[in-house]
C-alpha cells in the first residue's frame, strides 16, 4: 500500500529474470552486463539493459526482498523524491563501476570483462538512508550477547547477496557511494539527477493505477495527517512506541534476572519516607495515612500488557497520581 513504484520494481524485472531463465535463455546475451563492448564497441545500451535485469536467480530473490523491505522510503518521501534517488543513485553507480574496474585493473592488473547484471546498484545505496534514518530497534538477543534488531534482516540479506558473485562488491562499492552522494547532496546531486515533475505526472496517470494496491484490512489503520508535518509527527510518535516497546521487553529481561523486584526506595523515595514516618512500632497512624489514589484498571492492564507486574503497574499509577505516562516512564527509567 502507497508504494506502487516498489511494487513495480518487485514485480516486473523479477519476473523478466524468472522468463529469461526458463523459457528464453536465447536471450539473455542482450542482458549480459558487458563493459568490453560498451567501452571498445560503444554498445552504450548495455548500461541500461546489463543494469535492470538480473540473471541470476538468487541475486532475483534477494534483490527483491531487498526493495520490499525498502518500500518504506517510498511511503516516507512519496513516489517521486523515491523514483529520483534510484535514478540518481542508479546513474551514478554505473559510472562508479567503470571507475572502479579500471582502478582494479590498474592496482591489482585483473582485467574484467563483465560484471553481475541486475538492478544491484540502486539496491546497495539504499543501504545509506536505512542506515542514517531508520532507528534500530532491539528486538531479542542471541546467547545474551548479540542483539537482534529490526533491521538485521536486512543486513543479513544484503551480505547474503554481496557474496553471491565473484565481483559484485565492486557493484555495492559502487552502490554505496552513489547512495552517500545522493542522501547528503554533494555537489547538489539530488536537485540535478532527479525525476521532473511532469514525469512523475505522467507515470502516476498511466502506470500507479496499475500497481497500486488497496489498503490492508487485517492491520490497524494509521490515520494520516493533512500537512507532511503531522504525518512525520505521527511516524515519529509510531517509531517512538516502537522503541519504548523494546526498552520494555529489555528492562523485562532484567527483572527476571533480577527475582522480578523493582527498588521502589531508588524509585520513589518521597512515598517510602512518608510510609515509614506515618509507621512507628510496626503500628499505622489512622488520622495520618491519606485515602489511597484510585487508579484506573484500563490503565493498569495497559501497563501490564507491556510487561510489568500488577503490583508494580498499581504502586507507580498510585505515586504519579494515576498519570499514565510518568507512571511508564518511572518503570522504564528504575
Known amino acids: 500500500d502507497k508504494a506502487p513504484l ?15 531463465t526458463l523459457l528464453f535463455q536465447h536471450y539473455q546475451k542482450f542482458f549480459a552486463y558487458n563493459l568490453q563492448a560498451v567501452k571498445e564497441d560503444f554498445q552504450i545500451w548495455r548500461l ?18 531487498l526493495i520490499y523491505n525498502f518500500r518504506i522510503f517510498e511511503r516516507r518521501y512519496g513516489s517521486r523524491k523515491f523514483s529520483s534517488f534510484l535514478l540518481g543513485t542508479w546513474m551514478l553507480s554505473a559510472l562508479f563501476d567503470l ?42 538477543q542471541v546467547l545474551g550477547h548479540f542483539s537482534i534488531t529490526n533491521k538485521s534482516l536486512v543486513y543479513i540479506l544484503g551480505l547474503q547477496l554481496l557474496t553471491s558473485g565473484s565481483y559484485i562488491w565492486i557493484l555495492a562499492l559502487s552502490g554505496l557511494i552513489s547512495g552517500i552522494c545522493y542522501n547528503s547532496s554533494i555537489l547538489k546531486v539530488h536537485r540535478i539527477l532527479c525525476v521532473p515533475r511532469w514525469v512523475a505526472k505522467i507515470f502516476s496517470w498511466t502506470l500507479e493505477p496499475v500497481f497500486s494496491s488497496a489498503e490492508p484490512t487485517n492491520e490497524v489503520r494509521v490515520g494520516m495527517g ?25 528492562m523485562r529481561r532484567q527483572r527476571q534476572q533480577q527475582g522480578g523486584m523493582i527498588n521502589w526506595n531508588r524509585l520513589f523515595p518521597p512515598l ?48 504519579s497520581n494515576n498519570d499514565l505516562n510518568v507512571a511508564t516512564n518511572f518503570l522504564l527509567q528504575h
Open 6 to 20: 516498489s511494487k513495480s520494481l518487485l514485480l516486473v524485472p523479477s519476473a523478466i529474470s524468472i522468463l529469461l
Open 48 to 65: 541500461v539493459c546489463g543494469r535492470t535485469i538480473c540473471l541470476d536467480l538468487k541475486d532475483t530473490f534477494c534483490s527483491s526482498l
Open 99 to 140: 571507475l572502479l574496474v579500471e582502478i582494479t585493473q590498474y592496482i591489482f592488473g585483473i582485467t574484467l570483462n563483465s560484471l553481475p547484471s541486475g538492478f544491484l546498484g540502486p539496491v546497495f545505496a539504499l543501504f545509506i538512508p536505512f542506515y542514517c534514518s531508520i532507528p534500530r530497534v532491539q528486538v531479542t
Open 226 to 250: 493533512a500537512t507532511v508535518d503531522i504525518q512525520r509527527q505521527q511516524r515519529m510518535e509510531l517509531l517512538d512506541r516502537q522503541i519504548m516497546m523494546s526498552q520494555v521487553a529489555q
Open 272 to 319: 517510602r519516607h512518608r510510609h515509614n514516618a506515618n509507621y512507628q512500632d510496626h503500628r499505622p497512624s489512622e488520622q495520618g495515612i491519606p485515602p489511597p489514589t484510585e487508579v484506573s484498571e484500563e490503565q493498569v492492564a495497559r501497563l501490564m500488557e507491556m510487561g510489568f507486574s500488577r503490583g508494580d503497574a498499581l504502586e507507580a499509577l498510585r505515586a
